[in-house]
């Protein structure tokens, strides 16, 4: 198990996008890679337009099933991190302030003052808490192989992420 939370800390360290499934407000499936940065909790952050279709599905319902993963390894050599949690749009100055300054720093650029997203401006805030983790990995059954999850305890991949 120490294997597998190793390998996803470093994803999560690693890989700058998260892939977001949403539900339209009509009941159908969406996904949306976003650019995002995470706190010591890992709660993910990112700036979306409020229009785009992400946007108005978490404001309609705060479920999601997040994915992080290098999509650029070969074939049958992929590893991801799954998370199930909630999300929803930041309205809070103070929670915006500690949202904004964890994406605008991982990248260590500077930062836009919060007031560019509220009110008439077109962006927002948002914020992705997860509750369940998992990780892929392989099987077999009869000879076929098959896709499983392992469930991590999101405590200690907590830790895991910040060890580095």
């Known amino acids: ?3 597998l939370m190793e390998a996803a800390a470093e994803v999560l360290r690693k890989i700058l996008y998260i892939n977001l499934a949403t539900i339209t407000p009509d009941g159908k ?3 949306s890679p976003v650019y995002s940065a995470f706190d010591k909790d890992l ?5 979306s337009y409020k229009l785009n279709q992400h946007s108005v599905n978490v404001r309609n319902n705060s479920s999601v099933f997040a ?3 290098d999509s650029t390894v070969p074939a049958s050599t992929g590893f991801g991190v799954y998370f199930q949690g909630s999300a929803r749009e930041l309205k809070n100055p103070k929670e915006m302030f500690v949202a904004v300054k964890t994406v605008y720093g991982r990248e260590k650029r500077k930062f ?3 007031t560019q997203f509220m009110k ?3 962006r927002r805030i948002y914020q992705f808490k ?8 392989d099987g077999e059954i009869k000879g076929n192989f098959i896709d499983v999850r392992t469930e991590l305890d999101l405590e200690r991949l907590k830790k895991a992420v910040f060890r580095k």
């Open 1 to 3: 198990m120490d294997g």
């Open 67 to 69: 994915t992080v993963y």
């Open 112 to 114: 836009r003052d919060i």
């Open 43 to 47: 709660n993910y952050y990112w700036l």
């Open 29 to 31: 499936p969406w996904n």
């Open 130 to 137: 997860p509750d369940k983790v998992w990780v892929n990995g």
């Open 120 to 122: 008439k401006f077109p």
